[in-house]
């Protein structure tokens, strides 16, 4: 059973900066490429920036210049820089797969961007 590990949220002012970590157990993640998503209160979790097996990325269009997402793949990790962050960016933030069916959700990382 591959679980999820997300880490790295905090509160952060508006134009700041923070660095999310997703830690992943099982055999498989160096093949299946993976995601970041965010949900805020009272919205429908939405996708912000995936990573496939052969690290070419794609990012929604709202993040698009801004945040940048890597692997680790010895360390079965995947990692969201977020830069120049809005208070629109506020929202739990959670990693999955992307271009394969969805495995059990973590808990999430929150992240707070407010003056």
């Known amino acids: 059973q591959v679980q999820l590990v997300e880490s790295g949220g905090d509160l952060v002012q508006p134009g700041g900066s923070l660095r999310l970590s997703c830690a992943t157990s099982?055999?498989?993640?160096?093949?299946?490429?993976m995601g970041w998503y965010r949900q805020a209160p009272g919205k429908q979790r939405e996708f912000v920036a995936a990573i496939r097996s052969d690290g070419s990325t794609t990012y929604a269009n709202s993040v698009k210049g801004r945040f940048t997402i890597s692997r680790d793949n010895a360390r079965n990790t995947v990692y969201l820089q977020m830069a120049y962050l809005e208070p629109e960016d506020t929202s739990v933030y959670y990693c999955?797969?992307?271009?394969?069916?969805?495995?059990?959700w973590g808990k999430g990382t929150q992240v707070t961007v407010s003056s």
């Open positions: 999955n797969t992307y271009d394969s069916p969805y495995v059990t």
């Open positions: 099982g055999s498989m993640f160096s093949i299946i490429g």
